[in-house]
């Protein structure tokens, strides 16, 4: 039988038996009748997969127009179809985050993640970027806490090159002393770079205080001390133990079938297995704040000062995340930086940069304010900010505010997804915080449906003035 695309024939009657053909290499069967969203049961001799596909009908990626297809080795492949552009791009990620790092040795998931790209058992280190330079393609790896993440650019006919780089890197990285030593004296030349820089340094300061005792208090990258114990063989243990399938992410997207796409990913990751693989890590309760916390950090021969001031915020997944996210882009994102824009630079003077960011993601992440100013205005600052955020909590934002914010978030989205890299990002969003695959198209509504009393609910929900973790670095 053929190898390539797949051509699937409903049987004649419905729930007459079955059709029986070859699918991506792989004997499957094809369980009728077919549903009326024409979800696909692929089943062999011993795993399941499924699959969705319907011809693309809308601009938005969504449910009739991204092929998704989980294996039973936990990866889940996701793809969309874009002849527009002769490119192609692979991004995902894996369960292997820094939340699995040993206290002593923080910075060992980044390490290995960083360490995966210096060689493999078919390709060295040299091999791997000529190859990549020679189809003038990209491939990164890189750390972070919940997951490991991967990106590839390259010409549609390239897609076996990016997808046998990963498989490589993924499954049978080699570690090679000498590159590993480089490479632990890049990271140790970043972390003593981190060491100077006020904003950095002010926000590892704010973690400590905000995520006290939790996991998220912890620097991905970790501490020189702790780069200096990560050994060859701790990089190797922590892939053979932690790198898998299970809960593996792959989206591609750019111009090839889907199902070809899939079917490629298939034959290179389909029967990788990790049995030493552990569950995702369950993060802890927070407790929040009782009371202020403040801590200043002094590095020597700066002339300004970085503050971080905060809060815990709400969840991805959370109710309140979409409320609080058009909440923020009030009090500090939109225009000239919102509010805090307006108040503490423009009309006060007082600093040089001001925004407030809100980073929802799989736990709390913090809903924070961040401002550089000169060190003689970082009291003032602080106190302006506060009254502001009390202000914030206090009043609803009026309708001009709310207005204009919701119409910035709708009108950007669709930027937001003019390119390869952009649809790849927002589908893997998809799947990362189970959103549901027509997110996007029903995300219009769903900005629109927020109301100035939800805003003000999850501003007082998450925000207190009295209970802010503020940290300054500077001279």
Same mark, same amino acid.
């Given at each position: 039988m053929s190898s390539g695309s797949p051509k699937l024939t409903c049987a004649p009657e419905i729930g007459q038996s079955v059709h029986i053909c070859q699918l991506w290499m792989v004997k499957i069967k094809i369980i009728f009748p077919v549903p009326s969203n024409k979800r696909y049961f692929f089943i062999n #001799?011993? #795993?399941?997969?499924?699959? @969705?596909?319907?011809?693309? @009908?809308t601009a938005f990626p969504g449910a009739d127009d991204i092929f998704r297809v989980e294996l039973g080795n936990g990866i889940v492949i996701l793809c969309r179809a874009n002849f527009n552009s002769p490119s192609i791009v692979v991004s995902g990620f894996l369960t292997a985050g820094s939340l699995f790092d040993p206290e002593e040795k923080l910075?060992?998931?980044?390490?290995?993640?960083?360490?995966?790209?210096?060689?493999?058992? $078919?390709?060295? +280190? *040299?091999?791997? +970027?000529?190859?990549? #330079?020679?189809?003038?393609a990209s491939f990164a790896v890189s750390g972070a806490t919940h997951s490991v993440s991967f990106n590839g650019k390259s010409l549609a006919e390239d897609l076996d090159l990016l997808l046998d780089i990963l498989t490589e890197i993924i499954q049978h990285p080699t570690f090679p002393e000498?590159?590993?030593?480089?490479?632990?004296?890049?990271?140790?030349?970043?972390?003593?770079?981190?060491?100077?820089? @006020?904003?950095e340094m002010a926000s590892?300061?704010?973690?400590?205080?905000?995520? $006290?005792?939790?996991?998220?208090?912890?620097?991905?990258?970790?501490y020189p001390e702790?780069? &200096?114990k990560i050994t060859r063989e701790? /990089?190797? /243990? +922590?892939?053979?133990?932690?790198?898998?399938?299970?809960?593996?992410?792959?989206?591609?997207?750019?111009?090839?079938?889907?199902?070809?796409?899939? &079917?490629?990913?298939?034959?290179k990751l389909g029967e990788w297995k990790n049995p030493?693989?552990?569950?995702p890590v369950k993060l802890p309760p927070l407790k929040p704040l009782s009371e202020e916390r403040i801590e200043r950090l002094q590095i020597p021969g700066k002339f300004q000062s970085d503050i971080v001031l905060g809060t815990p915020g709400p969840e991805r997944k959370s109710n309140f995340f979409i409320p609080a996210t058009i909440g923020n882009n009030i009090l500090g994102r939109f225009g000239m930086m919102g509010r805090l824009g307006d108040v503490v630079r423009e009309n006060a003077g007082l600093a040089y940069h001001i925004s407030s960011s809100l980073s929802g993601g799989l736990g709390p992440g913090p809903w924070y304010v961040s401002a550089g100013v000169s060190?003689?205005?970082?009291?003032?600052?602080?106190?302006?900010?506060?009254?502001?955020?009390?202000?914030?909590?206090?009043? $609803?934002? *009026?309708?001009? #505010? /709310? *207005?204009?914010? $919701?119409? *910035?978030?709708?009108?950007?989205?669709?930027?937001?997804l003019e390119s390869n890299a952009g649809v790849a990002a927002a589908i893997m969003n998809l799947e990362r915080y189970q959103l549901g695959l027509n997110y996007y198209r029903e995300y219009p509504e769903l900005i629109q449906g927020v109301t100035a009393e939800h805003i003000l609910e999850a501003a007082q929900k998450y925000l207190s003035p009295e209970h802010l973790a503020i940290a300054v670095a500077g001279p």
């Open positions: #001799e011993h #795993e399941i997969y499924t699959a @969705t596909m319907i011809p693309a @009908t910075g060992l998931a980044d390490f290995t993640a960083t360490a995966l790209m210096r060689g493999a058992d $078919k390709f060295n +280190f *040299n091999k791997i +970027f000529d190859l990549l #330079e020679s189809a003038g000498e590159q590993i030593e480089r490479l632990r004296a890049q990271l140790l030349t970043s972390l003593a770079m981190r060491s100077q820089d @006020t904003g590892l300061a704010f973690d400590r205080i905000v995520y $006290k005792n939790h996991p998220y208090s912890r620097p991905e990258d970790g702790t780069i &200096q701790d /990089l190797e /243990l +922590f892939h053979r133990k932690h790198i898998g399938p299970q809960g593996m992410v792959l989206v591609i997207v750019g111009a090839v079938e889907p199902e070809t796409a899939a &079917q490629k990913v298939i034959q030493k693989q552990p569950e060190p003689d205005n970082v009291d003032k600052t602080i106190k302006l900010v506060r009254e502001e955020i009390r202000r914030f909590v206090s009043e $609803k934002v *009026n309708e001009e #505010e /709310l *207005n204009d914010s $919701k119409s *910035n978030f709708i009108g950007r989205l669709p930027l937001s």
